[in-house]
């Protein structure tokens, strides 16, 4: 009897562990059905703005994530990324990392070729993405409002035409191929035509008849479609089409992806995009809800924290010309007074330039913006301290730029029409003030020099010291 209770103890467990293998097996096969696709993008190398793609690209990657997309997420990466971004990528966030060696650019020595694009060739990599069904392929420069799995519904290629008459390849779905892949390259060493020597315009060559194409509507069933077809507007939403309304107005399909295809260095992860470009603060909100901003967090406080101490230390230092040390000379004083003048302005211009430089580029703009402010008025501080010059004229850009900051700002303009008129009818009210805050620093600076005895008669005095006028 126990025998027999122990047999079938024994054989309830193999049961049960079939079952849970048959089970697995199941799952793992519905599994590996959902990433059959796959979003891609690409990372490189080799420009001023490595960092700040970096940061674009793994914000686009987690809010892919956090819209559940069923698809893999890929990055075409270069074999010369630095590993511990292709970690992040990989560990931190969930994307599959993909190496490739650069691909030549045989258009480098056109006349209007821009070498930000020297590279973005790469992205014909996508074509070779054989694992997968359909890839859609993105610039880091997307901001995803909504899920679009539907797209790996489309054919072998589609893409979104914000221009009129030429496609944008920001976003685009494709069928990889080994094959096309392969002829995609000899195309490039046989040179094929190529308008702006980058991606844009290859693959536009390479699919020169896509504007006859129809356009992409997802089958209600799931299934996919064959050949080529235009995506609808709404999958691509150029972000120039918001700031003329402020607001979309874009009728042709689902309102869900953002691309901002605009100048270089107004990028929305730059701090100074907003307000200058409304839609910044928008991407920034998808980064503080991803991403975070603990890696500029640390550099913010500490930059903080030299501003406020500069500022302190010029208040109490009050360092003048009273206590520099100068040689009695010969020379022309009229020139000397002209070029202490001439360090003075730019000095001054100094104040409000450098922080561009030295804040880091893809803190949010409410911080980059406040520590924009505060690191201006600390060096323009040490300028007034140096060269004696009345405050209020010297910091009149300084309230110009507060002043410019809300007016952008408002957020109750009807449209772009009138913002634009209010912004331009500030900057045509703040012009007299602000050549007039000049005027006033120039005329501070003479008496600063005339008080400190740099003028021809005082150096003609006589005095014990013939070799110098003041010591510290």
Avoid at 13 to 18: A, D, G, N, P, V
Avoid at 27 to 36: D, L
Avoid at 221 to 240: E, H, I
Avoid at 343 to 366: D, K, Q, R, S
Wanted: aromatic share 14%; glycine share 6%.
């Amino acid at each position: 009897m126990g025998r027999n209770a122990a047999a079938a103890a024994a054989s309830l467990r193999w049961s049960t562990t079939l079952l849970l293998l048959l089970l697995g097996l199941v799952v793992g096969t519905k599994a590996t059905s959902y990433r059959r696709n796959a979003y891609a993008t690409m990372m490189y190398v080799g420009t001023p703005r490595d960092y700040e793609f970096y940061v674009a690209v793994r914000v686009l990657l987690k809010s892919l994530s956090k819209l559940n997309v069923e698809a893999d997420l890929v990055v075409i990466a270069s074999v010369d990324v630095p590993l511990r971004w292709i970690q992040a990528f990989e560990e931190e966030d969930g994307a599959k990392v993909v190496r490739v060696e650069n691909m030549d650019n045989p258009y480098k020595r056109q006349d209007n070729f821009d070498k930000r694009f020297k590279l973005s060739l790469n992205k014909l990599y996508a074509w070779s993405l054989v694992d997968y069904d359909r890839v859609v392929m993105l610039d880091a420069d997307n901001l995803f409002l909504q899920n679009t799995d539907e797209l790996f519904q489309c054919g072998q290629f589609c893409a979104v035409f914000i221009n009129p008459c030429v496609f944008h390849t920001g976003l685009f779905v494709l069928q990889p191929s080994m094959v096309v892949f392969k002829d995609m390259v000899r195309e490039l060493q046989n040179g094929r035509e190529n308008p702006d020597g980058a991606d844009q315009g290859f693959i536009a060559s390479y699919f020169p008849e896509l504007l006859d194409k129809p356009m992409f509507h997802p089958p209600s069933n799931g299934t996919k479609v064959d050949g080529t077809y235009r995506l609808p507007l709404g999958y691509q939403m150029d972000a120039s089409y918001y700031y003329l309304k402020l607001r979309w107005s874009v009728p042709c399909g689902p309102n869900s992806v953002i691309t901002f295809p605009g100048a270089p260095w107004l990028k929305p992860w730059y701090w100074w995009s907003w307000p200058v470009l409304p839609l910044g603060l928008q991407w920034h909100e998808q980064r503080r809800q991803t991403l975070g901003y603990g890696a500029e967090l640390a550099v913010i406080l500490i930059q903080s924290a030299i501003y406020v101490g500069v500022i302190a230390m010029t208040r109490l230092a009050r360092p003048s010309f009273s206590k520099l040390c100068y040689r009695r000379s010969d020379k022309s004083i009229t020139l000397v007074h002209n070029s202490l003048k001439l360090v003075a302005l730019w000095c001054i211009l100094a104040a409000y330039v450098t922080p561009f430089f030295i804040i880091p580029h893809t803190v949010h703009p409410l911080l980059g913006w406040i520590l924009y402010l505060l690191a201006t008025f600390a060096l323009c501080s040490i300028a007034i301290n140096i060269f004696m010059l009345p405050m209020l004229p010297v910091l009149v850009p300084w309230l110009g730029i507060v002043g410019v900051l809300m007016v952008m700002a408002f957020p109750w303009y009807p449209d772009g029409v009138v913002r634009a008129l209010f912004v331009f009818a500030y900057a045509f009210c703040s012009a007299p003030f602000l050549w007039a805050s000049m005027v006033r620093i120039v005329q501070g600076l003479q008496l600063s020099l005339e008080r400190e005895a740099f003028l021809p008669a005082r150096l003609g005095e006589s005095s014990p010291n013939s070799w110098f006028n003041k010591l510290y």
